[in-house]
């Protein structure tokens, strides 16, 4: 059976970074699934149309991880049928073997429910606004807006808001170095993996 690690979190906590550790250290496969919620806004368009048509080209597009790309990916994200048509690809990835990761909003809640273990990644927003600042060499001040507004939006829409999941285990890094946070999820999983 695949075990699966679901990790979920507002923007720019360091899920991906987390994830992406995880999936390194243990050999498993990883999906950041906010990267097809940005395709499907840089698409343009119809947003149900290009969910149900996204392309490998579409996810390696170059454009895809500025705050513009956020706030549309937010937007489309609240589209209960743009969703539903990405659901399937997400629990087909989750189910490879010997193990997937994936990050998001709604993993351990909606497309990875039974998952083995779930992560819910946070931290300040000052702190958050300050990393992505420094990541894309744009102003604090305005990260700082853009991604309370984007936290907001994803947590208040009807459908799969983000939220934890009840059994998720929460890891703040707001006073955590990458180092120590990665190491803080190694010891969670390998936990559950003895
Ligand atoms: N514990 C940490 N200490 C310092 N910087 C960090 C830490 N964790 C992540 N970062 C940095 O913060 C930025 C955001 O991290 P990351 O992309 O992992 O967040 P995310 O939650 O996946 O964001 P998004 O939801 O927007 O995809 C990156 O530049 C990353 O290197
Ligand atoms: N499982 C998910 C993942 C992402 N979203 C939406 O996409 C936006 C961009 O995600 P990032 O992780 O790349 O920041 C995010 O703000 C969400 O609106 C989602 O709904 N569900």
Redesign the pocket.
């Known amino acids: 059976m695949p075990f699966t690690i679901a990790i979920d979190g507002p923007?720019a906590s360091g899920?991906g970074t987390i994830a992406r550790a995880l999936a390194l250290r243990f050999s498993f496969h990883h999906l950041?699934?906010?990267?097809l919620?940005?395709a499907v806004g840089a698409r343009g368009g119809d947003p149900i149309a290009a969910a149900n048509s996204l392309s490998p080209e579409d996810l390696a597009r170059g454009d895809l991880r500025s705050a513009e790309a956020?706030q549309a990916?937010?937007r489309v994200?609240a589209i209960p049928e743009v969703r539903a048509a990405l659901v399937a690809f997400q629990r087909a990835f989750a189910r490879q073997e010997p193990g997937a990761v994936l990050d998001?909003?709604?993993?351990g809640t909606v497309?990875c429910p039974m998952a083995e273990v779930k992560l819910y990644v946070t931290a300040s927003d000052q702190i958050r606004a300050r990393r992505r600042a420094l990541e894309l060499g744009a102003d604090e001040a305005r990260m700082l807006v853009e991604l309370r507004e984007?936290d907001a939006?994803?947590a208040a829409r009807d459908v799969?808001p983000?939220r934890p999941a009840d059994d998720a285990i929460l890891l703040d890094t707001s006073e955590m170095s990458i180092e120590a946070a990665v190491a803080r999820a190694v010891e969670t999983v390998r936990q559950v993996l003895a």
């Open positions: 923007a899920k950041d699934t906010g990267l919620y940005r956020g990916a937010s994200a998001g909003r709604d993993i497309i984007r939006r994803d799969a983000m």
